[in-house]
C-alpha cells in the first residue's frame, strides 16, 4: 500500500495567516494527490484535485501544488470557516490511502 | 441536487452484521464509482472499497475482505455496505462518497455519514 504521511500533524493559526500542510507519499503517485477538508461532526468535503485543481465552488485562497511523492496545500488568508481537519488522499493506486489528517485549530 | 443520502444510525451487538444504504439523487447512478470509508472515533479516514454500480463489480481493502460486502440496485439507485462480524473496534462514522470519475478519482459528493456503535 502506499502510506501518505501530512505535516504537520496539528498547527495553530490566526485569522489572516498563510497556512501550507504538507503531504508525502512513500512512492510516486504523479499527481494523483486529493485535498479534503473535514469539520467536526460533517462530511469530508473536496478541495482540491489532480494536485492543483480547485473543485467547483471552493473559495481561490485554497491552492495545491507538487507532484511526485512531495505535495502541499497554501491557504493564502485563513478565514473563520477554515479551521477544520484536512486530510490528503492518493488516487494512484488501490487501496486509495489517506493521510492522517492535519488540524488547523485558533491560536 | 446531487447527494448520497445515507440510512441512519446502527447499535449493534459484537459478532453481528450491519447493513448501511447510501441513495444517490441528482445524477445517473451507474455512471459513477462508489466508494465506502470508515472513520473511528477520533481518528483519519480509512479506505474501505468501491463498488461500479453499472457493473456490479468490486474491490475492497484487504484490511475488510471476507467482512465487507458492497452491492447496488440501480433500479432504486442505491448502494448498500454490509459489514459483517462486527467487532467493538469496528464502531465508526461509515461515509459513502461519490468518485468524480475520470483522471483523478477524487470524492467529490459525500454521504453525510452513518454512525455503527457495536457493543455488548
Known amino acids: 500500500d502506499i502510506q501518505m504521511t501530512q505535516s504537520p500533524s496539528s498547527l495553530s493559526a490566526s485569522v489572516g495567516d498563510r497556512v501550507t500542510i504538507t503531504c508525502r507519499a512513500s512512492?510516486?503517485?504523479?499527481?494523483?494527490l486529493n485535498w479534503y477538508q473535514q469539520n467536526p461532526g460533517k462530511a469530508p468535503k473536496l478541495l482540491i484535485y489532480?494536485?492543483?485543481r480547485l473543485q467547483s465552488g471552493v473559495p481561490s485562497r485554497f491552492s495545491g501544488s507538487g507532484s511526485g511523492t512531495d505535495f502541499t496545500l497554501t491557504i493564502s488568508s485563513l478565514q473563520p470557516e477554515d479551521f477544520a481537519t484536512y486530510y490528503c488522499q492518493q488516487s494512484y493506486r488501490t487501496p486509495r490511502t489517506f493521510g492522517q489528517g492535519t488540524k488547523v485549530d485558533i491560536k | 441536487q446531487v447527494q448520497l443520502v445515507q440510512s441512519g444510525a446502527e447499535v449493534k451487538k459484537p459478532g453481528a452484521s450491519v447493513k448501511v444504504s447510501c441513495k444517490a439523487s441528482?445524477?445517473?447512478?451507474?455512471?459513477?464509482?462508489i466508494y465506502w470509508v470508515r472513520q473511528a472515533p477520533g481518528q483519519g479516514l480509512e479506505w474501505m472499497g468501491w463498488i461500479n454500480p453499472n457493473t456490479g463489480a468490486t474491490n475492497y481493502a484487504q484490511k475488510f475482505q471476507g467482512r465487507v460486502t458492497v452491492t447496488g440496485d440501480t433500479s432504486i439507485s442505491t448502494a448498500y455496505m454490509e459489514l459483517r462480524r462486527l467487532r467493538s473496534d469496528d464502531t465508526a462514522v461509515f461515509y459513502c462518497?461519490?468518485?468524480?470519475?475520470?483522471?483523478?478519482?477524487?470524492?467529490?459528493?459525500w454521504g453525510q455519514g452513518t454512525l455503527v456503535t457495536v457493543s455488548s
Open positions: 512512492q510516486s503517485i504523479s499527481t494523483y
Open positions: 462518497a461519490r468518485s468524480m470519475g475520470g483522471w483523478s478519482d477524487a470524492f467529490d459528493i
Open positions: 441528482g445524477y445517473t447512478f451507474t455512471g459513477s464509482y
Open positions: 489532480a494536485a492543483s
